[in-house]
Nanobody
Framework: QVQLVESGGGSVQAGGSLRLSCAAS????????MGWFRQAPGKEREGVAT???????YYANSVKGRFTISQDNAKNTLYLQMDSLKPDDTAMYYC???????????????????WGQGTQVTVSS
């Protein structure tokens, strides 16, 4: 049984930082492409960042230069360092996993098979 559990959300003021974590269990973690997604109230879910070990990282334009995705394979944990937070970053944040494409890596619109329960991030102005 694959399980993804997010943590690290909270409330911060604009300009602040948070680090989200996603603990994975139940599968060979390093074989999957991992992603962070978010969904704000009344909005569709959107991709934030993806990472495939030793191959690539990819960021949405809205977070490029402010967010950093990383992972610790020894701990089976995915991270999202979020700096210079803005009120528009307020959302529920989810981590997800998908088998990589034949050429490696993954895209936001891939069929991510596994999802965590989410962690709330609230940024006040």
């Amino acid at each position: 049984q694959v399980q993804l559990v997010e943590s690290g959300g909270g409330s911060v003021q604009a300009g602040g930082s948070l680090r989200l974590s996603c603990a994975a269990s139940g599968y060979i973690y390093s074989s999957y492409c991992m992603g962070w997604f978010r969904q704000a109230p009344g909005k569709e879910r959107e991709g934030v960042a993806t990472i495939y070990p030793g191959f690539w990282t990819y960021y949405a334009n809205s977070v490029k230069g402010r967010f950093t995705i990383s992972q610790d394979n020894a701990k089976n944990t995915l991270y999202l360092q979020m700096d210079s937070l803005k009120p528009d970053d307020t959302a529920m944040y989810y981590c997800a996993a998908v088998l990589p494409r034949a050429g490696g890596g993954c895209q936001f619109d891939d069929d991510f098979a596994y999802w965590g329960q989410g962690t709330q991030v609230t940024v006040s102005s």
